[in-house]
């Protein structure tokens, strides 16, 4: 009865589901049944044979040292997935330079690899300016300025005339208004001379469109101080240094904001060039900041960072608390 019993099972199991601790039990107790009686089991006597190596086999298998690159350790992975999380609409590239600017040294490929295996997505990078050899080797004495509007609550176009220097990356923000003109440029010309200071005289070329509203007094305020004022070709995207800054404010401040008129634009743009000049990291500079404040020692194990809330939590800051 039962091996008939054995049989119908054989018939209806054509491979039998076995875990390593059925293959460990059969190979142990096939030494205790004769050869010949082999034909008990309903696996192969090969098989059987297989799984007994294997069982012998396991008794002078050792556990070895790992050797390589040890892990990162857990408080920056958290940190890492903190700021990721915060801020969605930061990359790989973006997240470690913050955390240098808190004292905290992770490489962007160690961001990327912590975020891959966390199931976020790190931002892919992106293409960077042209004018790539002529920028490396003049941007010492580049200044570029350029508009750009920001449309108000009540639908009221704002114009924001800023320059920005290609060797720093420093921005200067020098006026706001709804109706720019030709002597209101020129005027933020003249300010920006005066903030500068002893800074003008390092000035040797300005690149700017061929708006209406830089006019010959406008070129004037740059070329007696000796500087050359280069005009950008008609429909032509080679002010790309102010170009990709104007994208950087729109997406970080203005579009994520409902400004409501002139003032209150302009202490807007004042904190945002503030975060931008003193804090935000910098691909061009090497995840720095364009002015930085202070030089940032390493941190030690264990480092907590504190956040600090610009604008009013649209844009975070990160520093050591330790």
Request: contains cysteine; hydrophobic residues 40%.
């Amino acid at each position: 009865m039962l091996r008939h019993q054995v049989a119908v099972l054989r018939r209806q199991v054509h491979r039998p589901d076995l875990n390593d601790a059925d293959c460990v039990l059969l190979a142990a107790l096939s030494r205790r049944v004769p050869r010949p009686s082999w034909e008990v089991f309903f696996v192969t006597p090969a098989t059987l044979l297989h799984w007994h190596r294997d069982l012998i086999a396991r008794r002078w298998i050792y556990k070895r040292n790992r050797q390589g690159r040890p892990s990162t350790r857990k408080h920056i992975r958290d940190t890492v997935l903190r700021l990721a999380r915060e801020n969605p609409t930061w990359g790989y590239q973006r997240i470690s330079g913050e955390l240098a600017g808190a004292g905290i040294r992770v490489p962007p490929s160690t961001v990327r690899d912590i975020l891959r295996r966390a199931g976020l997505d790190p931002a892919p990078r992106r293409a960077g300016p042209s004018w790539g050899q002529f920028l490396r080797a003049q941007a010492k004495g580049i200044l570029a300025c350029d508009l750009f509007h920001v449309g108000t609550v009540f639908g009221t176009r704002i114009y924001v005339l800023f320059f920005i220097a290609h060797a720093t990356r420093a921005v200067h923000v020098m006026g706001v208004t709804t109706k720019p003109t030709g002597p209101w440029v020129a005027q933020q010309a003249r300010n920006l001379l005066m903030d500068l200071g002893e800074r003008v005289e390092h000035i040797r070329f300005l690149i700017r469109d061929r708006d209406a509203k830089y006019t010959s007094v406008f070129d004037e305020v740059f070329t007696s101080l000796g500087a050359r004022v280069i005009k950008i070709p008609v429909r032509a995207w080679a002010n790309a240094i102010a170009e990709r800054w104007i994208g950087t404010a729109r997406r970080e401040c203005t579009d994520r904001l409902l400004i409501y008129n002139e003032r209150h634009l302009r202490r807007v743009l004042a904190d945002y060039e503030r975060h931008y000049n003193h804090h935000r990291p910098h691909r061009a500079r090497d995840r720095r900041p364009p002015q930085p404040t202070s030089t940032v020692a390493p941190a030690l194990d264990g480092t907590w960072v504190r956040r600090e809330e610009v604008l009013g939590g649209l844009i975070n800051e990160y520093r050591s608390a330790a």
